[in-house]
């Protein structure tokens, strides 16, 4: 029996879409992963969103750490979550571990650049710098 269907449209019941998410290969899960961008950024790179990585700054929009901000720590692929630097759950014996975010409760504020293939993808609109 197949995990992952290939020709697999889309599916009004939560209970296949969720299916369909868990068992997806890893390039698929990666395009799962993409966060809006701020305005300032939509303008100036002409896109809506980007594939989240490692070092971006971002902003949470939604959940109990709204309108918090940092930097991304750890992006899992496995389980299509997000850690932030700063925002951390305290248990109640004192320890501290991330809070684990999905990806569309998140907004990208300012983009890591430093790899060359990620420059050329994103692009900016106006080179004229």
Do not use: C
């Amino acid at each position: 029996m197949k995990s992952w269907i290939k020709s697999w449209k889309s599916s009004v019941q939560p209970k296949k879409q969720r299916k369909y998410r868990q068992n997806a290969p890893l390039h698929i899960k990666h395009r799962l992963l993409s966060v809006n961008l701020s305005k300032d950024l939509k303008k100036r790179y002409n896109m809506r969103n980007v594939e989240v990585r490692k070092g971006d700054t971002v902003k949470v929009l939604r959940g109990q750490y709204k309108n918090k901000s940092g930097i991304i720590s750890n992006v899992d692929l496995k389980k299509l979550k997000v850690n932030v630097d700063g925002i951390e759950n305290v248990r109640k014996d004192g320890t501290k571990n991330f809070y684990p975010f999905d990806p569309s409760n998140l907004q990208i504020t300012e983009l890591f650049l430093d790899d060359k293939k990620r420059k050329l993808k994103v692009g900016e609109k106006n080179v004229t710098s």
